[in-house]
């Protein structure tokens, strides 16, 4: 891999615009951040121009799940920030993921949507007993994956546990981003579906999002360098 850097996103998980801003400083190797529900509920699209004046690539993970109108006006508004990715949820349904890839393809934005599939907070058991969904997990995230294609989608975000099926089913140009991503030496938290660094890549994944192991490291430098040294010597 030329540039395991660049296949890491890492999500602006803080509270206040200050310490969005503390952190980009500190890590200047880093080209592609998330804003999150937290740190834009704090401070508003004032966060992505910062990133932009820095020159930073965007990932507004706001997980858009409206009716179809509602959701068109609020990918409308994230286009003209400039933003490069833009999550929305599969299940907002087929009309939905039309419209939304419509509007995309009629501002001939480069701006990508990804379908959300399932959180990866959420297991086959939470699945099966509390969204009492009769599906097994994989296929569930496969369905909703495939739903998204179909519509015009760019991507998916899905766990990289999923990866290796939706990379194999949707295509080479189906964009996959995978949270749940965690090196053997970090702890897990609330995810429950979750692979290496390495082991996400080699399944499939085109980008990574991998947060507390390095923002909440006691040196993020450290742990972001250790990531990506992982990265370039076994993938």
Known sequence: MKDPAAKI????????????????????????????????????DRILEVLREKEKKIFLDLKFHD???????????????GVDLITIHATAGKKALEKAAEVSKKNNSQTKLLAVTLLTSINSRELAFDLKIPLELPEYVLQLAILAKDAGIDGAVCSPLEAEQLRRVCGDDFLLVCPGVRPNWSETADQKRVMTPTQAIAAGADYLVIGRPIIAAEDPVLAWERICQELAEKV
């Open 9 to 44: 996103i890492v999500p602006l998980d803080v509270a206040s615009e200050t310490a969005a801003i503390a952190l980009i400083d500190r890590l200047p190797q880093v080209s592609f951040w998330k804003v999150g529900l937290q740190l834009f509920v704090s401070c508003g």
């Open 67 to 81: 009716i179809p109108n509602t959701m068109v006006g609020a990918i409308e508004s994230a286009i003209d920030k």
